[in-house]
């Protein structure tokens, strides 16, 4: 009994796998792939038109409404009760599916969803807080495999058994909401993290104190001490009272300590002119492939109308992720430099990007929409990977955490002002096919974008490679960046002074 307490709490395995079977149930969903003819099909009964332009873009909205907060909230909370709270929220999506009848269960459904997925941040990131960092690429690859085998798989289940067995689609959201439960259970049995990547505790604080730890930033501690010291002479409290008070998880120290850390982290991320530009393509193509991937079964059902065809969105979904997953491979064997090339990729590849989804907004072939669908997914994965390894292998973990959460958010933004003006009937309220034609637009301007900034950066290397190599350097400062663990320290020394 004492050895597996003892793997819970400090092996990398346990919660390795834990959280790789519940990527897995999560991202497990046979009904997704037919979410749109289930709400315009005869159990809902939503029209086309208010699906597109009222009922989509509340989660849109939502999501942007949710995201920064629950961010915070999943490193202060320390990340296993987030998971919690997804799996809770995928459970109640699915009971509203089955259940709930009429528009206003579905517009809540929206809120809801965008709280499933503002609080995605929590996968990856908790398994980071709880694993050493030797083991953050073997984890790293099982937990993508797990959601790629978990959504791959779903999406195969869900076209069988529509095709093959003529399954009814409320039989198939029955069957997600039973998967889904079973990953709520598991989430439960994530072990909990001793510590934030920006909040932390006293315990954690002592815990991440070496000896060769005996810096001190003097003007932090002495920023906290004042603070702390205005604070008890306003509340009449002994120094007793106030030293204690420091020493909790929502003490002044670990706050001042967690935003100062968050601000290095952020002037670290953004000082490099370089991580600036892929930051950029992150968060214009992050929100053009939103609109794409919200909108493709509207347009799908469109072009063929389910009620009367047959429809393989699932087989599309699952051919999706296998390509994707190709794609994303292949990067890794590829042996190109990306500081050179790189730009001029993003360019090239938003232009396949681009044609694909004039493709699916032009063309009247529902399988010729199905190969664009399949080409533009493909390619964006693609992109996504390149730009992933080129932020994370130029910054620290908690660098990249906050990173990963400003371009999301601005990509979000981005994707909110997409849809009030282009999608929602208070706006333009425009039809599917004008809204891919716009969508098609909007990737052909990146493209241009980046194939003006790709060629000359890959120019300038050619022709005179010295001096680029100087403006590089000139271009990006390096950050003295303040670690976790010196504000650890600090905390530590200060506490010892109270």
């Given at each position: 009994?004492?050895?597996?307490?003892?793997?819970?709490?400090?092996?990398?395995?346990?919660?390795?796998a834990?959280?790789s079977?519940?990527?897995?149930?999560?991202?497990?969903?046979?009904a997704?792939?037919?979410?749109?003819?289930?709400?315009?099909?005869?159990y809902?009964?939503?029209?086309?038109?208010?699906?597109?332009?009222?009922l989509?873009?509340?989660?849109?909205?939502s999501?942007?409404?949710?995201?920064?907060?629950?961010?915070?909230l999943?490193?202060?909370?320390?990340?296993?009760?987030?998971?919690?709270?997804?799996?809770?929220?995928?459970?109640?999506?699915?009971?509203?599916?089955?259940?709930?009848?009429?528009?206003?269960?579905?517009?809540?459904?929206?809120?809801?969803?965008?709280?499933?997925?503002?609080?995605?941040?929590?996968?990856?990131?908790y398994?980071?807080?709880?694993?050493?960092?030797?083991?953050?690429?073997?984890?790293?690859?099982?937990?993508?495999?797990?959601?790629?085998?978990?959504?791959t798989?779903?999406?195969?289940?869900?076209?069988?058994?529509?095709?093959?067995?003529?399954?009814?689609?409320?039989?198939?959201?029955?069957?997600?909401?039973?998967?889904?439960?079973?990953?709520?259970?598991?989430?439960?049995?994530?072990?909990?993290?001793q510590?934030?990547?920006?909040?932390?505790?006293?315990?954690?604080?002592?815990?991440?104190?070496?000896?060769?730890?005996?810096?001190?930033?003097?003007?932090?501690?002495?920023?906290?001490?004042?603070?702390?010291?205005?604070?008890?002479?306003?509340?009449?409290?002994?120094?007793?009272?106030?030293?204690?008070?420091?020493?909790?998880?929502?003490?002044?120290?670990?706050?001042?300590?967690?935003?100062?850390?968050?601000?290095?982290?952020f002037?670290?991320?953004?000082?490099s002119?370089?991580?600036?530009?892929?930051?950029?393509?992150?968060?214009?193509?992050?929100?053009?492939?939103?609109?794409?991937?919200?909108?493709?079964?509207?347009?799908?059902?469109?072009?063929?109308?389910?009620s009367?065809?047959?429809?393989?969105?699932?087989?599309?979904?699952?051919?999706?992720?296998?390509?994707?997953?190709?794609?994303?491979?292949?990067?890794?064997?590829?042996?190109?430099?990306?500081?050179?090339?790189?730009?001029?990729?993003?360019?090239?590849?938003?232009?396949v990007?681009?044609g694909?989804?004039?493709?699916?907004?032009?063309?009247?072939?529902?399988?010729?929409?199905?190969?664009?669908?399949?080409?533009?997914?493909?390619?964006?994965?693609?992109?996504?990977?390149?730009?992933?390894?080129?932020?994370?292998?130029?910054?620290s973990?908690?660098?990249?955490?906050?990173?990963?959460?400003?371009?999301?958010?601005?990509?979000?933004?981005?994707?909110?002002?997409?849809?009030?003006?282009?999608?929602?009937?208070?706006?333009?309220?425009?039809?599917?096919?004008?809204?891919?034609?716009?969508?098609?637009?909007y990737y052909?301007?990146?493209?241009?974008?980046?194939?003006?900034r790709?060629?000359?950066?890959?120019?300038?290397?050619?022709?005179?490679?010295?001096?680029?190599m100087?403006?590089?350097?000139?271009?990006d400062?390096?950050?003295?960046?303040?670690?976790?663990?010196?504000f650890?320290?600090?905390?530590?020394?200060?506490?010892?002074?109270?």
């Amino acid at each position: 009994m004492g050895s597996w307490a003892k793997l819970k709490s400090t092996g990398w395995v346990f919660p390795t796998a834990v959280l790789s079977l519940y990527g897995f149930f999560a991202n497990c969903r046979p009904a997704e792939p037919f979410l749109t003819p289930y709400l315009i099909g005869p159990y809902k009964n939503i029209s086309e038109e208010v699906v597109t332009n009222y009922l989509f873009p509340i989660w849109t909205y939502s999501y942007l409404a949710v995201l920064f907060p629950v961010f915070l909230l999943t490193d202060f909370l320390r990340y296993k009760p987030v998971i919690v709270v997804q799996g809770l929220f995928l459970v109640t999506n699915y009971v509203l599916l089955c259940f709930a009848p009429g528009l206003t269960a579905m517009t809540f459904l929206q809120f809801n969803y965008a709280v499933v997925t503002s609080t995605e941040v929590a996968y990856f990131s908790y398994i980071y807080s709880v694993i050493p960092p030797e083991r953050y690429q073997r984890a790293t690859g099982y937990l993508r495999s797990a959601m790629l085998t978990g959504s791959t798989l779903g999406a195969t289940i869900g076209q069988m058994l529509v095709s093959l067995a003529g399954l009814d689609y409320f039989y198939l959201n029955a069957i997600s909401l039973g998967i889904l439960s079973i990953a709520f259970l598991i989430s439960i049995w994530l072990p909990m993290p001793q510590q934030g990547m920006f909040f932390r505790g006293e315990k954690a604080a002592l815990g991440l104190r070496t000896k060769g730890q005996v810096e001190e930033e003097a003007s932090a501690v002495e920023e906290v001490q004042d603070a702390e010291e205005a604070v008890e002479d306003g509340a009449g409290s002994g120094r007793t009272q106030g030293a204690g008070s420091s020493t909790g998880w929502c003490s002044l120290h670990n706050v001042v300590y967690a935003s100062r850390l968050l601000w290095s982290s952020f002037r670290e991320s953004y000082s490099s002119r370089k991580l600036v530009y892929w930051s950029l393509w992150w968060a214009l193509a992050t929100a053009g492939y939103g609109q794409v991937f919200n909108y493709i079964q509207l347009m799908w059902d469109h072009i063929e109308p389910s009620s009367t065809s047959s429809v393989y969105n699932g087989g599309v979904e699952a051919i999706c992720a296998v390509v994707g997953a190709a794609a994303a491979f292949c990067v890794g064997h590829v042996k190109v430099t990306w500081d050179v090339w790189g730009e001029l990729s993003l360019g090239v590849f938003s232009a396949v990007g681009a044609g694909a989804v004039f493709l699916i907004g032009l063309t009247s072939n529902i399988w010729a929409s199905y190969a664009g669908y399949v080409i533009f997914k493909a390619s964006y994965m693609l992109l996504i990977t390149i730009t992933t390894f080129q932020i994370a292998s130029n910054l620290s973990m908690a660098c990249f955490a906050l990173t990963f959460g400003v371009n999301t958010f601005v990509a979000l933004l981005l994707q909110t002002i997409l849809t009030a003006i282009v999608v929602d009937e208070t706006a333009l309220g425009l039809d599917i096919i004008t809204q891919f034609i716009i969508y098609g637009s909007y990737y052909a301007a990146i493209s241009v974008l980046f194939l003006i900034r790709g060629m000359y950066t890959a120019c300038a290397h050619h022709c005179h490679p010295k001096q680029a190599m100087d403006q590089e350097q000139k271009e990006d400062p390096k950050v003295e960046m303040p670690s976790s663990d010196q504000f650890c320290s600090d905390h530590r020394q200060s506490s010892i002074r109270d």
